[in-house]
């Protein structure tokens, strides 16, 4: 090979390691970004606030990176810093991998509203690394445009190549890595890609910058891999990332009877779901509500409930209500799998599963189908799909019902105070459809002004008998019907307008 065909061999190596660097940096800002939402859940919860927190706070790491990246470029333009930038990258997100809960921890339980949690999680564990990642683009365009009339040419392939990344890391994160690896592995993976991808730009050898990153993730796949081997044995804890969410299973002690129970949480101050460990009776007081229908609408044959979560109710519907038939609309199927693995729930012929969003199943299911439908479908922060709580979701709701046919859902609310805003917008949505919509405190004891579990029940009919019945059970529930008037300042929710998440990080604020 002579020295023209060796310049231009070297050449196309150098311009395949910088597109590869370019590439793959794209790719690794949108899985950092995605894997953040599940990295910050537990925590402090998934919502807008969140995307926007970390959405925001990236896109200006990522453009004091590009300054940063352009003005190194024109100064000293070197292979060997374009490899430390990246190398850099990658210790940071080993750091972010090692100390991230730690300081969500902290962070949970600092006073502050969740806005100014989600930014100030988003700028310490997120933003470092993105101004690294950010550093690459530009820099590289230096290293590659060899003469002004191809510079235009080498940016736009550049950037596309950027672009492109990002676009697979997008489809790669929410599709492959989350649902596959799971949250830890898919940080140790982009991390141990970036360190593979420095030596294209400089030869590995042992020096302290190579050794402190793999120093730092070697610590943090230990750390965690540990600690979550050690939660299995102690409580059966295990971490899971489904396609729509980070939940968490575990045994643990019921505060109220001091029994073992089985635990399922995806939210970071309160239990979805659980399950007493030597029966099937149900844990939480809210979900024995759901057994007003047995008073309200009597001889009901069939019902559905939207969220399932655990399936505490659904076994106990099946239980109690022989003649009757059950529908479930639960939009993730990996809950399901856990409730049938850890939650004794089986097959019967009389329960059928839906793995839908209950918005859009509601949308879809024939008019008149159903004697009741039970809400419990919550996001975090006590909050319900913003979609479900809608004057156009109460249509719907309506619709499928008989005529005479009842709503039973649990709210995550305070009566009184700024805390209420939710449950004021959702009475008036309700009332705006049904004829007859009741209030019930779960928890009489607390005050009006505390955030706390309430059940809505609304009827096409007049449908609430007296403290009479012949039940134990429903004559408890009946006689916690709230029965004061109830401020109604809020406006109706709408497919347009439902700021459920503002109304309940208000809600959180205040609670306190």
Same mark, same amino acid.
């Given at each position: 090979?002579?020295?023209?065909?060796?310049?231009?061999?070297?050449?196309?190596?150098?311009?395949?390691?910088?597109?590869?660097?370019?590439?793959?940096?794209?790719?690794?800002?949108?899985?950092?970004?995605?894997?953040?939402?599940?990295?910050?859940?537990?925590?402090?919860?998934?919502?807008?606030?969140?995307?926007?927190?970390?959405?925001?706070?990236?896109?200006?790491?990522?453009?004091?990176?590009?300054? %940063?990246?352009?003005?190194?470029?024109?100064?000293?333009?070197?292979?060997?810093?374009?490899?430390?930038?990246?190398?850099?990258?990658?210790?940071?997100?080993?750091?972010?991998?090692?100390?991230?809960?730690?300081?969500?921890?902290?962070?949970?339980?600092?006073?502050?509203?969740?806005?100014?949690?989600?930014?100030?999680?988003?700028?310490?564990?997120?933003?470092?690394?993105?101004?690294?990642?950010?550093?690459?683009?530009?820099?590289?365009?230096?290293?590659?445009?060899?003469?002004?009339?191809?510079?235009?040419?080498?940016?736009?392939?550049?950037?596309?190549?950027?672009?492109?990344?990002?676009?697979?890391?997008?489809?790669?994160?929410?599709?492959?890595?989350?649902?596959?690896?799971?949250?830890?592995?898919?940080?140790?993976?982009?991390?141990?890609?970036?360190?593979?991808?420095?030596?294209?730009?400089?030869? %590995?050898?042992?020096?302290?910058?190579?050794?402190?990153?793999?120093?730092?993730?070697?610590?943090?796949?230990?750390?965690?891999?540990?600690?979550?081997?050690?939660?299995?044995?102690?409580?059966?804890?295990?971490?899971?990332?489904?396609?729509?969410?980070?939940?968490?299973?575990?045994?643990?002690?019921?505060?109220?009877?001091?029994?073992?129970?089985?635990?399922?949480?995806?939210?970071?101050?309160?239990?979805?779901?659980?399950?007493?460990?030597?029966?099937?009776?149900?844990?939480?007081?809210?979900?024995?509500?759901?057994?007003?229908?047995?008073?309200?609408?009597?001889?009901?044959?069939?019902?559905?409930?939207?969220?399932?979560?655990?399936?505490?109710?659904?076994?106990?519907?099946?239980?109690?209500?022989?003649?009757?038939?059950?529908?479930?609309?639960?939009?993730?199927?990996?809950?399901?799998?856990?409730?049938?693995?850890?939650?004794?729930?089986?097959?019967?012929?009389?329960?059928?599963?839906?793995?839908?969003?209950?918005?859009?199943?509601?949308?879809?299911?024939?008019?008149?189908?159903?004697?009741?439908?039970?809400?419990?479908?919550?996001?975090?922060?006590?909050?319900?799909?913003?979609?479900?709580?809608?004057?156009?979701?109460?249509?719907?709701?309506?619709?499928?019902?008989?005529?005479?046919?009842?709503?039973? %859902?649990?709210?995550?609310?305070?009566?009184?105070?700024?805390?209420?805003?939710?449950?004021?917008?959702?009475?008036?949505?309700?009332?705006?459809?049904?004829?007859?919509?009741?209030?019930?405190?779960?928890?009489?004891?607390?005050?009006?002004?505390?955030?706390?579990?309430?059940?809505?029940?609304?009827?096409?009919?007049?449908?609430?008998?007296?403290?009479?019945?012949?039940?134990?059970?429903?004559?408890?529930?009946?006689?916690?019907?709230?029965?004061?008037?109830?401020?109604?300042?809020?406006?109706?929710?709408?497919?347009?307008?439902?700021?459920?998440?503002?109304?309940?990080?208000?809600?959180?604020?205040?609670?306190?």
């Amino acid at each position: 090979m002579n020295s023209n065909e060796q310049e231009e061999a070297t050449s196309r190596s150098k311009s395949a390691a910088l597109d590869l660097a370019v590439f793959l940096c794209g790719a690794v800002v949108m899985v950092y970004e995605i894997t953040g939402s599940r990295v910050l859940a537990p925590f402090i919860g998934t919502s807008t606030y969140i995307w926007t927190s970390l959405i925001g706070v990236i896109l200006a790491a990522l453009s004091l990176g590009y300054w %940063f990246g352009g003005r190194m470029a024109d100064r000293i333009p070197s292979k060997s810093i374009l490899a430390s930038a990246i190398l850099l990258a990658s210790g940071l997100i080993a750091l972010t991998t090692l100390t991230k809960d730690v300081f969500l921890t902290a962070v949970a339980a600092f006073p502050a509203s969740l806005e100014i949690k989600a930014v100030v999680a988003a700028l310490v564990l997120f933003a470092p690394a993105s101004v690294a990642l950010g550093f690459v683009a530009p820099y590289a365009v230096k290293l590659r445009v060899e003469s002004l009339g191809e510079a235009g040419r080498t940016v736009g392939r550049l950037y596309a190549l950027s672009t492109i990344g990002s676009i697979v890391g997008t489809f790669a994160a929410g599709f492959v890595l989350l649902p596959w690896l799971g949250t830890n592995w898919t940080l140790y993976l982009i991390t141990a890609a970036l360190f593979a991808v420095t030596f294209l730009f400089i030869p %590995f050898k042992p020096d302290r910058k190579n050794a402190g990153v793999l120093i730092v993730l070697a610590f943090a796949i230990a750390a965690n891999e540990l600690t979550s081997y050690a939660m299995y044995r102690s409580i059966g804890f295990e971490d899971i990332d489904t396609e729509y969410s980070r939940v968490r299973v575990f045994r643990t002690t019921d505060p109220t009877t001091g029994r073992p129970i089985e635990a399922m949480t995806f939210d970071p101050h309160s239990t979805q779901s659980a399950m007493f460990a030597d029966s099937d009776e149900l844990v939480f007081e809210y979900t024995k509500f759901y057994h007003l229908i047995g008073v309200i609408k009597p001889g009901f044959r069939r019902s559905l409930m939207i969220g399932g979560a655990g399936y505490s109710f659904p076994k106990a519907y099946l239980s109690s209500y022989p003649e009757a038939t059950l529908d479930v609309a639960e939009i993730d199927p990996a809950l399901t799998a856990i409730a049938k693995w850890r939650f004794r729930l089986e097959d019967d012929a009389r329960l059928r599963i839906f793995h839908e969003d209950g918005r859009v199943f509601l949308n879809r299911t024939e008019s008149v189908s159903y004697d009741a439908v039970l809400m419990d479908a919550f996001g975090s922060l006590f909050s319900v799909p913003y979609q479900l709580t809608t004057v156009e979701a109460v249509e719907q709701i309506n619709r499928i019902l008989v005529d005479d046919g009842v709503v039973i %859902f649990n709210v995550g609310s305070a009566i009184s105070g700024d805390a209420s805003q939710f449950l004021q917008a959702e009475l008036a949505t309700y009332r705006k459809i049904f004829p007859n919509v009741y209030l019930f405190r779960v928890r009489p004891e607390r005050s009006d002004s505390e955030l706390q579990n309430l059940i809505v029940v609304a009827c096409k009919a007049e449908c609430l008998p007296t403290v009479s019945a012949d039940n134990d059970l429903h004559n408890s529930l009946l006689s916690r019907r709230y029965t004061q008037d109830i401020p109604q300042t809020m406006p109706v929710l709408t497919d347009d307008h439902a700021p459920v998440e503002r109304y309940m990080s208000i809600a959180q604020s205040r609670s306190r």
